[in-house]
């Protein structure tokens, strides 16, 4: 997907805000940034902050964070804010039934296991590039982890950790795995762009362990994912997501997992306690 550097940088506040952030919130606005593009594209109801509002800080007259996921934050220019428009939940919520009912359109995602679908990759690492980013309704800061740590209850411990450190592997190429470091960080930061030390710890973590590919995985389908004009589906992973997800009788939010209550929080975004 192209972008205007200019417009990008200056929707940011310009370049002396850009300079001023740290390389992890550089590399998150540009992604919220891409995956917003596609959201809008096919129309989202419940579009997300633009990225110029997701690494300035809150002014003092804000009343929301920028971090707050995309379910409790007012969406549209700023002079025509509105918060997003929200179907009830089905009493035992399934999987499909956030994707359709909260995370919708889900663009980047779905393009993500389209990708990994059609190379022909595990059902584990489809899965996995269906999930990666989905926390993000929820809350925005540090997905990789907040991401694995509301699906674990749910997946394999496999697909959970390469949710985790994708986050950190964007920033480090691995050209025989298929991973470039990504042109667009060069084009719009420059070549200077150091990831702050707490990704580059995990990084060397994830490197040498057993499950590295599976997360590296997850970073090469989410790179190529940002393609307008694209029509995807869910439907193609409703066996997938039987398979490798331990959907909850009870449904999702009321199993009394460890995780139970992200869920509900993102069924129920408007009860104030």
Known sequence: ?????????????????????????????????????LDESVGDGHAHLHAEEQVVAAPPEATVRRGAGSLFTPSGPANNRRMPELAPMPAKPTLVDFFNLRFAPANHVLQSATRALKTGMTEETILACLLHDVVQNL???????WGAQMIRPYVSEKIAWAIQYHQALRFYPDPAAGYEYPEL??????????????????????????????ARLVTVNDLYAFEPGVKVSLDPFIDIIGRNFKQPKEGLGFDNSATAHMWRTMMYPDNPL
């Open 185 to 214: 960080y060069v084009r719009i930061y420059g070549k200077d762009y150091v990831p702050p030390q707490y990704i580059k710890d995990a990084y060397e973590y994830a490197k040498k362990h057993k499950w590295y590919m599976e």
């Open 1 to 37: 997907m192209e972008i205007d550097r200019r417009a990008f940088i200056a929707s940011l506040g310009g370049t002396a805000v850009v300079e001023a952030m740290c390389p992890e919130a550089k590399a998150e606005a540009l992604e919220h940034h891409l995956s917003d593009l």
């Open 139 to 145: 809350i925005k800061v540090d997905h990789g982890w």
